[in-house]
T-cell receptor, first 110, second 115 residues
Framework: DAKTTQPPSMDCAEGRAANLPCNHSTISGNEYVYWYRQIHSQGPQYIIHGLKNNETNEMASLIITEDRKSSTLILPHATLRDTAVYYCIVISNTGNQFYFGTGTSLTVIP | DAGVIQSPRHEVTEMGQEVTLRCKPISGHDYLFWYRQTMMRGLELLIYFNNNVPIDDSGMPEDRFSAKMPNASFSTLKIQPSEPRDSAVYFC?????????????FGNGTRLTVT
């Protein structure tokens, strides 16, 4: 599965959009991009995933570049409860091992 | 849907004792995963099952660890004997289908402390 690179930490003002980047330059055509977040002491929470097209759900939007080598998770109106570690994961449709890296620690500032 | 249910939430035991962690996956999910999380190593996949059958246990640290899934609604992770370095948060997750086509849904974990 492709390796992902994320910034270790980011800040975002409450009410503003949080844009979390992820590089996955070695991604192959059959690999999905998944985003999870983990709030302290809780289990990782699924946010969104995509293959080629941009995706949106009630939690966030996922923007995948045309070459699929990077993606951005967008939280449109960040709240204090969005403070968490965000993980970007790439997984192929032939594998089942979701590997979590170190993620991005997002702090939403009042 | 109650989500993935793990028990106990916290476990404190002495070195050498047997520890059993329990997991009830989401009904209808065919895949079950056990993860361990520590500050040093992050989230590590230990083992996963498909239709109650262990598929990949390459992440199990050593023979002291064993996992079973006797039926579709229950799995256990056992450590015998336990050691202080096993202290971690252990997560169970399930997914509807495999191969990246559906997300993992995690429980809230069991925090294990071995003294």
């Amino acid at each position: 599965d492709a390796k992902t690179t994320q910034p270790p930490s980011m800040d975002c003002a409450e009410g503003r959009a949080a844009n979390l980047p992820c590089n996955h330059s070695t991604i192959s055509g059959n690999e999905y991009v998944y985003w999870y977040r983990q709030i302290h002491s809780q289990g990782p929470q699924y946010i969104i995933h995509g293959l080629k097209n941009n995706e949106t759900n009630e939690m966030a939007s996922l923007i995948i570049t045309e070459d699929r080598k990077s993606s951005t998770l967008i939280l449109p109106h960040a709240t204090l409860r969005d403070t968490a570690v965000y993980y970007c994961i790439v997984i192929s449709n032939t594998g089942n091992q979701f590997y979590f890296g170190t993620g991005t620690s997002l702090t939403v500032i009042p | 849907d109650a989500g993935v249910i793990q028990s106990p939430r916290h476990e404190v035991t002495e070195m050498g004792q047997e520890v059993t962690l329990r997991c009830k996956p989401i009904s209808g999910h065919d895949y079950l995963f056990w993860y361990r999380q520590t500050m040093m190593r992050g989230l590590e996949l230990l083992i996963y099952f498909n239709n109650n059958v262990p598929i990949d246990d390459s992440g199990m640290p050593e023979d002291r660890f064993s996992a079973k899934m006797p039926n579709a609604s229950f799995s256990t992770l056992k450590i015998q004997p336990s050691e202080p370095r096993d202290s971690a948060v252990y997560f169970c997750a399930s997914s509807l289908v495999g191969r990246g086509r559906s997300p993992l849904h995690f429980g809230n974990g069991t925090r294990l402390t071995v003294t």
